[in-house]
Nanobody, 125 residues
Framework: QVQLVESGGGSVQAGDSLRLSCAAS????????VGWFRQAPGKERVFVAQ????????YYADSVKGRFTISRDNAKNTVSLQMNSLNPEDTAVYYC??????????????????WGQGTQVTVSS
């Protein structure tokens, strides 16, 4: 079992930055992938970014590429999501998630194995 706790959400103005953190505890293995999803009101949960725990390979959704950066701290078992140039379309609840790396295929559907409770990000214009 893996427990995930997100932090760092809040309310900001368009153009501002936020940094989200995801703290992982429990049985955590090097073949895990850690990712972020987001869900806006009335919409489906969508993929934002992911990072392989072993090696640090990253992948981003087109909507955030160049603005968001995902990183990991292996010693602290944390993953961060640095979000720059935020706009109102980024408003959502952001979820940290973990899955087992089974192939090189990036899984962007919200079918991952473990999930945090989410943290709210609100961007006003």
């Amino acid at each position: 079992q893996v427990q995930l706790v997100e932090s760092g959400g809040g309310s900001v103005q368009a153009g501002d930055s936020l940094r989200l953190s995801c703290a992982a505890s429990g049985r955590f293995f090097s073949n895990y992938v850690v990712g972020w999803f987001r869900q806006a009101p009335g919409k489906e949960r969508v993929f934002v970014a992911q990072i392989r725990w072993n090696g640090g390979t990253t992948y981003y959704a087109d909507s955030v590429k160049g603005r968001f950066t995902i990183s990991r701290d292996n010693a602290k078992n944390t993953v961060s999501l640095q979000m720059n140039s935020l706009n109102p379309e980024d408003t959502a609840v952001y979820y940290c998630a973990v899955r087992t790396l089974r192939s090189t295929v990036v899984v962007t559907t919200p079918t991952w194995d473990y999930w945090g409770q989410g943290t709210q990000v609100t961007v006003s214009s």
